[in-house]
Structure formats: structure tokens, C-alpha cells
């Protein structure tokens, strides 16, 4: 295995791009690095990218934040800007493993890792998060529902690389929260995670977006859950309706963390809770 | 397999050392320097024995490459202590009783520092959340919190 830390994106896509062997892209390795170790994969490459330094800030933007790949749990936690403004997302991130995961962990990693239990991407995907994907010849935006296409399966093309993961400006009046459940209290996978992003007009709820995980082989957009509480001011019915919508939408395996009868009674409880959180964050009366 | 050569920081020492690209900073560590205070429970960066600093962010040692440690600041438990002189939460683990076989002690004291470093008072909770990434299998964690609540009140002490 050869070992590279490049200095710019496009060094590291043009790395990408010319080796013929198997290529891993290295953020926090707290995936990637457990895979070496297993004898899971055998890289002929691994690109550190963690010493390109737009991919080591946050930046706030016209549009909203800009969060480099390589910024871990714990920098993330650490900015008050992204705490205010996008609470259910930084959670979701700083729930990932323990203190010294988080000094590592990233967003994108947890994106690219591809597992449909990642904590952090039902919340970028509730928020309306895009990833910069980067590629030799041009970049895009990808909506994060769109990366994540099978367990440990991604949409990116052989040379790209996720260099960023941008979320929206947030308007006045919006919240966003997202729970998981676990047998334990901490350091655990999630049996069912949900996601709630929401803006609120003259107390009504104008506009949502929900996510689901752990119940499908990717992160969820239920569009049926968000439309459920649309137009309501999260009353009961609407609640109802939203449990209703995500245990719908579930699609689950029945394993050691729980059955799939358990996973889509789950969703829906979760579903309510994280609906009333974002809510109240979002100055919502009832 | 191509060595890889890093000159780093251990312990506020300049260190120099050639590993293969994909040797984890761990087997570095134990291994090249000789600092066999770091431990490998896992491997896996679940139980915390390995537990460091990387750049003042704490880490674990295994779920880190020894190429990535160039021109970084490594912290070890070897750096805890000012010569014979034991820091406060080493003091208080040996007066607690706070370890029997010793193997997660090192992990637990690192974990420990970073904790009080950023908060210097922290409630009960907040000291076994921040140590939930440690694991222990003979204390039962009571007394490693009991510990790092002393030596906190220590530390307090100390900078008034």
C-alpha cells in the first residue's frame, strides 16, 4: 500500500483518477482504518485528505455552511454558528461513536462509508445537505439522498471525491432534530434513526422534510411523512399521520438490533418525538 | 511494501521514524518508540486502551496510520507525569483504587485529561459520558469516576 496526503483537491482527484489499484480515500479511518485492520480490503492507494485545508474548515457562505470533508465530530461540535443554525445535524454527527471517535469521525466519511445506520445522514438529508462532488473534469452538487445507493455502495464515479457538504441559509422560524435508538445509552449503531427538518409561517408548519434510517439498505426521504405535517401545527392527527408515513416507508432486516416489526413501530414513535423537537426549536406553539 | 518517513512530536520530543504505509500509529508507538504505555485492547476503536493526543484531540492510537502522525503533536501517557512526579489524576487512581489489572488505565487517564482540560468541574454524568469510549472490565467504573472527581477538585485547588 502506498500512502499520500495530498495538498488541493484536484492533486488528490488526479491521484485518484491515475492509480489502477484499489484507491481508498482517508478521512477519520474510523471505517476504513477497521477494514485495513480486518483484512476487509487490501488498498494499493490511501489518500489522507485531512492535509487540504478547504477541506478542514467551516465556512459560513452566502447560501449557508460549507463543511470541508475532513472536519471532524468534535470541530463541528465545537462551532457555535452550525449549532444555532442546524442543531439536528450537528447532534446527529457528534452521536457518532465515542470522544475519541469524534475527534476523528466525519461527515463525510459517515456519507461514504454507505451504511444504512450512518447517524449523521438522514440529518444531512432532512436539512437539504448537498455534497461538492469533485471528479477530473468537472464538479457537481449531489443531493446526500442521492450519494448513498446500497450498503457500502455510492454514486460517486471512479476519480471523484466528496471535497465538502454545503446546508441551506436557514430561514427565521426553523428547526431541525434527530433522534436514534439504541439498547444502551451511547456508543451504539442505531436501530431506527429519524430525522425532522421544518420551517414554520405564521405557526404553521410551511414547509418539511423527514429522514429515515436504519429501516431500508439506504437513509431514507420520506416526502409522505413531510407532507403529513405540512400545513398543520404538529397537532395530534398530524403526528398520527406522520407515525403512519414513516412505518409505511420502512423496508427493514430483522437482525440482532431488532426485528422488523420492532424497526417500523420505532420509526413512527421516534418520527413524533423528533417532529415535536424541531418544533419548539423552530418557535412553534401549539 | 514503501516505508514511509515522519518526523513528529511525541511527548514535546522531535521523533523520527520509518513505517510501512499502512502500520497503524499504535504498532508505531509500542513497537519503533517504545512506548508501551499505549495498549491494544480492540484494535477496533471501541475500548479506548489506546487512547492519545492528536493535535490536542483525543484519539485512538489503533484507528490512527503512523504516516499520518508527520509533522503532528503526539501525546502518550508517557507525557502525563513530570518526571517522578505524578499528575493529580495518576494520584488519584492509585489512592481510589481505580484500576486492578492496569490495561485500561493509560486509555483511562488520557481520556480523563482531555475531559478536565475542557471542563474543569464536570458532574458525574458528563465524566462517564466523556469516558463511555473507555472500557473497563474489573473496576465497574465506579471508582475511576470517584478518581477523576478528585483530581478534578485537585486541579481546581491547584490553579487558585
Same mark, same amino acid.
Given at each position: 500500500?502506498?500512502?499520500?496526503?495530498?495538498?488541493?483537491?484536484?492533486?488528490?482527484?488526479?491521484?485518484?483518477?491515475?492509480?489502477?489499484?484499489?484507491?481508498?480515500?482517508?478521512?477519520?479511518?474510523?471505517?476504513?482504518?477497521?477494514?485495513?485492520?480486518?483484512?476487509?480490503?487490501?488498498?494499493?492507494?490511501? /489518500?489522507?485528505?485531512?492535509?487540504?485545508?478547504? +477541506?478542514?474548515?467551516?465556512?459560513?457562505?452566502?447560501?449557508?455552511?460549507?463543511?470541508?470533508?475532513?472536519? &471532524?465530530?468534535?470541530?463541528?461540535?465545537?462551532?457555535?454558528?452550525?449549532?444555532?443554525?442546524?442543531?439536528?445535524?450537528?447532534?446527529?454527527?457528534?452521536?457518532?461513536? &465515542?470522544?475519541?471517535?469524534?475527534?476523528?469521525?466525519?461527515?463525510?466519511?459517515?456519507?461514504?462509508?454507505?451504511?444504512? %445506520?450512518?447517524? &449523521?445522514?438522514? %440529518?444531512?438529508?432532512?436539512?437539504?445537505?448537498?455534497?461538492?462532488?469533485?471528479?477530473?473534469?468537472?464538479?457537481?452538487?449531489?443531493?446526500?439522498?442521492?450519494?448513498?445507493?446500497?450498503?457500502?455502495?455510492?454514486?460517486?464515479?471512479?476519480?471523484? /471525491?466528496?471535497?465538502?457538504?454545503?446546508?441551506?441559509?436557514?430561514?427565521?422560524?426553523?428547526?431541525?432534530?434527530?433522534?436514534?435508538?439504541?439498547?444502551?445509552?451511547? +456508543?451504539?449503531?442505531?436501530?431506527?434513526?429519524?430525522?425532522?427538518?421544518?420551517?414554520?409561517?405564521?405557526?404553521? /408548519?410551511?414547509?418539511?422534510?423527514? &429522514?429515515?434510517?436504519?429501516?431500508?439498505?439506504?437513509?431514507?426521504?420520506?416526502?409522505? %411523512?413531510?407532507?403529513?405535517?405540512?400545513?398543520?401545527?404538529?397537532?395530534?392527527?398530524?403526528?398520527?399521520?406522520?407515525?403512519?408515513?414513516?412505518?409505511?416507508?420502512?423496508?427493514?432486516?430483522?437482525?440482532?438490533?431488532?426485528?422488523?416489526?420492532?424497526?417500523?413501530?420505532?420509526?413512527?414513535?421516534?418520527?413524533?418525538?423528533?417532529?415535536? /423537537?424541531?418544533?419548539?426549536?423552530?418557535?412553534?406553539?401549539? | $511494501?514503501?516505508?514511509?518517513?515522519?518526523?513528529?512530536?511525541?511527548?514535546?520530543?522531535?521523533?523520527?521514524? #520509518?513505517?510501512?504505509?499502512?502500520?497503524?500509529? *499504535?504498532?508505531?508507538?509500542?513497537?519503533?518508540?517504545?512506548?508501551? =504505555? #499505549?495498549?491494544?485492547?480492540?484494535?477496533?476503536?471501541?475500548?479506548?486502551?489506546?487512547?492519545?493526543?492528536?493535535?490536542?484531540?483525543? #484519539?485512538?492510537?489503533? @484507528?490512527?496510520?503512523?504516516?499520518?502522525?508527520?509533522?503532528?503533536?503526539?501525546?502518550?501517557?508517557?507525557? $502525563?507525569?513530570?518526571?517522578?512526579?505524578?499528575?493529580?489524576? !495518576?494520584?488519584?487512581?492509585?489512592?481510589?483504587?481505580?484500576? !486492578?489489572?492496569?490495561?485500561?488505565?493509560? =486509555?483511562?487517564?488520557?481520556?480523563?485529561?482531555? *475531559? *478536565?482540560?475542557?471542563?474543569?468541574?464536570?458532574?458525574?454524568?458528563?465524566?462517564?459520558?466523556?469516558?463511555? =469510549?473507555? @472500557?473497563?472490565?474489573?473496576?465497574?467504573?465506579?471508582?475511576? #469516576?470517584?478518581?477523576? !472527581?478528585?483530581?478534578?477538585?485537585? *486541579?481546581?485547588? !491547584?490553579?487558585?
Amino acid at each position: 500500500m502506498r500512502y499520500e496526503s495530498p495538498k488541493t483537491t484536484k492533486e488528490a482527484v488526479t491521484l485518484l483518477s491515475k492509480e489502477k489499484g484499489k484507491t481508498f480515500v482517508l478521512a477519520g479511518g474510523t471505517d476504513l482504518l477497521v477494514k485495513l485492520r480486518m483484512d476487509m480490503i487490501e488498498p494499493d492507494l490511501m /489518500i489522507d485528505i485531512k492535509r487540504i485545508p478547504a +477541506m478542514n474548515e467551516i465556512n459560513k457562505t452566502a447560501t449557508g455552511f460549507k463543511i470541508g470533508a475532513a472536519v &471532524s465530530g468534535r470541530q463541528l461540535g465545537a462551532s457555535k454558528a452550525l449549532a444555532k443554525a442546524w442543531p439536528g445535524v450537528v447532534e446527529a454527527t457528534n452521536l457518532i461513536g &465515542s470522544d475519541q471517535i469524534q475527534g476523528r469521525c466525519t461527515m463525510v466519511g459517515n456519507l461514504c462509508n454507505a451504511s444504512p %445506520a450512518a447517524d &449523521s445522514v438522514p %440529518a444531512m438529508i432532512a436539512a437539504g445537505a448537498k455534497a461538492v462532488v469533485v471528479g477530473k473534469a468537472k464538479r457537481r452538487a449531489v443531493a446526500v439522498e442521492n450519494i448513498v445507493t446500497g450498503p457500502g455502495q455510492t454514486s460517486l464515479a471512479k476519480g471523484e /471525491i466528496i471535497e465538502a457538504i454545503t446546508l441551506p441559509k436557514r430561514p427565521a422560524k426553523s428547526g431541525d432534530a434527530y433522534l436514534r435508538f439504541i439498547p444502551r445509552t451511547e +456508543m451504539d449503531i442505531a436501530v431506527v434513526g429519524v430525522a425532522v427538518s421544518l420551517t414554520c409561517k405564521r405557526g404553521v /408548519i410551511d414547509s418539511a422534510r423527514v &429522514s429515515l434510517g436504519a429501516v431500508a439498505p439506504t437513509p431514507l426521504l420520506v416526502k409522505e %411523512a413531510a407532507a403529513a405535517i405540512i400545513g398543520t401545527k404538529l397537532d395530534k392527527e398530524a403526528l398520527e399521520n406522520l407515525a403512519a408515513a414513516c412505518s409505511a416507508a420502512c423496508n427493514p432486516i430483522d437482525d440482532k438490533r431488532g426485528t422488523v416489526e420492532y424497526r417500523v413501530r420505532v420509526a413512527g414513535v421516534l418520527a413524533k418525538r423528533a417532529a415535536n /423537537i424541531a418544533f419548539e426549536r423552530a418557535g412553534g406553539k401549539k | $511494501m514503501t516505508g514511509v518517513h515522519v518526523s513528529t512530536s511525541i511527548n514535546g520530543d522531535p521523533v523520527e521514524y #520509518v513505517c510501512p504505509a499502512d502500520e497503524s500509529l *499504535l504498532d508505531v508507538l509500542r513497537d519503533r518508540v517504545g512506548l508501551t =504505555g #499505549v495498549k491494544e485492547g480492540c484494535g477496533t476503536g471501541d475500548c479506548g486502551a489506546c487512547s492519545i493526543t492528536l493535535d490536542g484531540a483525543l #484519539v485512538c492510537a489503533c @484507528l490512527v496510520l503512523g504516516a499520518e502522525a508527520e509533522g503532528r503533536k503526539v501525546t502518550t501517557i508517557e507525557g $502525563m507525569g513530570d518526571g517522578e512526579k505524578l499528575h493529580p489524576l !495518576q494520584r488519584q487512581f492509585i489512592d481510589n483504587a481505580a484500576l !486492578q489489572c492496569g490495561v485500561c488505565t493509560p =486509555g483511562f487517564l488520557i481520556a480523563a485529561k482531555s *475531559l *478536565l482540560d475542557e471542563n474543569p468541574d464536570p458532574t458525574v454524568e458528563e465524566i462517564r459520558y466523556a469516558l463511555a =469510549g473507555n @472500557l473497563c472490565r474489573c473496576t465497574g467504573y465506579d471508582k475511576i #469516576v470517584r478518581a477523576v !472527581q478528585a483530581a478534578a477538585k485537585d *486541579l481546581r485547588r !491547584q490553579k487558585k
